[in-house]
């Protein structure tokens, strides 16, 4: 690789964008564990998840095989609009390290999402549209993956409804306009319209809502309302397949001008951003064509990869979803409300839990301090002010390229900038301030969590 | 053209990055009038403007004869972060609006401050950097130009002390938390800091603050702090200068793809993003190789442009600056408090106020609520949520393409988009409220103003 023949950024033609979607499920040979029918506890079949996702969805949810899977041509217009995303070469992150390392992130955050989940939005908005639904649910926290969906929902002319928790419906009102100007039904949760909701209200006056309670009502909606479907925007086997087009943009584009990674690294909440971007090369390593280091960085007060255990547990706090076989931190594990940001999620996606408990790839904890202190080196050296989730990797990159210094080996780091933070300015603030606090839950702590976790072979 | 061989987005290779700025002035028959020194009333010379710019910017301010000011290496690296932009093909926003005409726009808000104000950030912050200084001060209102230079300053390691109109430091702190992860010291104006800043502030128990207030107190710490200067992020001709790398990248865009705008639109405050995206067209204008309709559109409740007078007046409302021939409401007008966003300057470039007097370019002004429709309607078919500023330019585009789809004529429209709304989020929640209200200043209103334009020949 000469190094001077790299752009700092890396845009890829619009030719190069990617046609098909790629699956690392095929190339497994220990394929994710199925879902399971909470109540049967059999695998969950196509008709089981038909009343809740769109067929298509479905589909590509229980497919293990096919490894590339078409894109359709509607969906590749709406990607031309922020895609191919650029590869930068962060010089100058570089130089503020002096580190020996080659440090390279995939940015996906230039579009008024502000973050990869429009990848999958788009896809998910366009296969509802596809199968004549007249709508989507959802819920979100802070509010990424509802406007992500609101825009592609606008896009396809579908209706959305969103379920956001009511704190952050409340306290973080710049998101949920963002998504009312996109058209979409923003209502706090708990909510008064649903059965859940209205239970919840009776049973705990005046709460602010999670995001388990969020899902369940969500769900409720979808499959109460003629016309209408739920959709998610992490966690699922789909999900990871669309934001595959992370990672085989950063494979093009490395093939491109030479670019040999030694190490891959992603944050990791419900391991949609990682999924996507590590699947192309954990591809390669599967088929054995080449070998990487790949990183999954969590933030140490939600560590269900670190600490967390690999068993069936219920996808969502509210036990309405199915079971995944995943590391969990048991679904009754709430991280502490110190814990800013998203990746808060007390479980991980089935297929890189897999690929984790099969050895192919290592995690790590970074406590939020840290993460905001890497974030705020990075902003100041490569010019973008980054998502506290999106940090998590950057403070991965950093550790291995001071590693790197410390060694003198130069070796090629790549890590996902999943987003941006212009919505968190309060999490910044508590940094700039110097009031942000950090928290690792105690032994005791989670234990409570893995009580909750159901006892199945 | 044609249509089909150009790419939705068209992105330079790094390599096609101006390299050296326009200055439009060397082609103008017309020069625009000097600025006015206020005690004399004599052009005012480089001794006088010293102890409040830096040297070079002064400089490029003076010179009205080289076509061609080569851009340092140090500033085309920072460049290389965020540029080339795109130039984006409307084609949803053509199908939205069902026209025959093509549309374009320079999308300029895909970097951390949201707007093209780092373009002249970055040249100002260098500069005073090269001459040895500490550090620059500046005023800020709603922040995007406090936020670009924060980012600017941060990259070459000099101090940056943003005054920011309390009102705004109050109730848009998220801005100001940008800044300050950026390293900047932002103090609400007015302030105790400063002799200006207590007078106000004893003469108006509790007020919350004005740009000529801020203005006041930048331009007093920088005149009063060794090693500081003061810097500006629009209406000079310097800052003009910068931002013609929008318009040569257009142009360069334009030339690869044979694509022969007819008509050239951009929103006017002070004219910084109008003035850049015009100049190199505007240069082949006034050299007789080609021709363009070049439309400035500005807020109805602050129309300098089409119902100010052609003048010298003072460039700041607490009258500490130059005066300077331009178009202007004069420096006591204020624009109404329903005005969102900004565009709000009582007055105008003197290089754009010399085109537009001298018949080169037309000006229309559009009311709030029509701009924020026309923001709505792009923000939904082209997946980016304009800044309230941007959209007085789309407004102006639509209205230019439903023409043609009156007529039935095949017109090419390009336009600036300066920037993004994540910031304006207020502004859109009264819109989709129904609360957002428009105003246009009456004949007597404005007749208060013109009063404060002093009387000079």
């Not at 993956?145 to 409804?161: E, P, Q, R, V, Y």
């Not at 969103?162 to 306009?177: D, G, L, T």
Request: charged share 20%; hydrophobic share 35%; glycine share 8%.
């Amino acid at each position: 690789m000469n190094q001077s023949q790299i752009p700092y950024k890396i845009y890829l033609d619009e030719k190069d964008i990617p046609t098909s979607w790629y699956n690392v499920r095929a190339d497994m040979k220990n394929k994710p564990a199925p879902l399971l029918h909470p109540a049967t506890l059999e695998p969950l079949k196509f008709e089981d998840m038909q009343p809740i996702f769109c067929d298509e969805l479905i589909r590509q949810e229980l497919d293990n095989d096919t490894q590339l899977i078409p894109i359709p041509e509607e969906i590749l217009n709406f990607y031309k609009m922020y895609r191919p995303s650029p590869l930068t070469h962060a010089v100058f992150l570089e130089k503020a390290l002096d580190t020996p390392a080659h440090i390279f992130y995939k940015f996906e955050g230039n579009n008024t999402s502000g973050s990869h989940k429009l990848n999958s939005a788009i896809a998910q908005a366009y296969y509802a549209k596809e199968q004549g639904l007249k709508g989507v649910t959802t819920e979100t926290g802070a509010g990424q993956w509802g406007t992500a969906l609101s825009m592609a929902c606008a896009f396809f002319g579908i209706d959305c409804k969103v379920y956001m928790v009511k704190v952050s419906y409340e306290q973080k009102p710049f998101r949920r306009e963002v998504m009312r100007t996109y058209g979409a039904e923003v209502t706090p949760s708990p909510s008064m319209n649903t059965q859940i909701g209205r239970k919840i209200n009776a049973a705990h006056p005046g709460t602010t809502g999670s995001l388990g309670c969020a899902i369940s009502e969500a769900v409720e909606v979808a499959t109460q309302t003629p016309g209408y479907r739920y959709v998610l925007g992490s966690v699922l086997n789909q999900v990871l397949l669309h934001q595959s087009v992370i990672g085989l943009e950063t494979q093009a584009a490395c093939k491109k001008y030479g670019i040999k990674p030694d190490i891959i690294i992603g944050c990791a909440g419900g391991g949609s951003n990682l999924g996507g971007l590590i699947s192309p090369f954990m591809g390669e390593k599967l088929r054995g064509e080449a070998d990487y280091r790949i990183i999954a960085v969590e933030p140490a007060s939600c560590p269900s990869f670190t600490r967390g255990v690999f068993a069936y547990d219920f996808a969502d706090t509210g036990m309405v979803c199915p079971m995944a076989k995943m590391y969990t931190l048991g679904h009754d594990f709430i991280p502490s409300p110190n814990h800013a940001g998203g990746l808060r999620y007390h479980g991980m996606s089935t297929i890189l839990s897999q690929l984790y408990a099969d050895g192919l790839m290592e995690a790590r904890s970074v406590e939020q301090t840290s993460v905001f202190e890497a974030a705020k080196l990075f902003a100041r050296a490569e010019g973008i002010l980054p998502a506290p989730e999106s940090s998590h990797a950057i403070r991965g990159a950093i550790d291995e390229a001071l590693k790197c210094k410390e060694t003198g080996e130069e070796k090629t780091i790549i890590f996902g900038l999943t987003g941006t933070g212009y919505f968190d300015m309060t999490a910044y603030e508590a940094y700039n301030n110097g009031t942000m606090t950090d928290y690792i839950p105690s032994d005791e702590d989670l234990a409570k969590g893995f009580a909750s976790i159901p006892k199945i072979k």
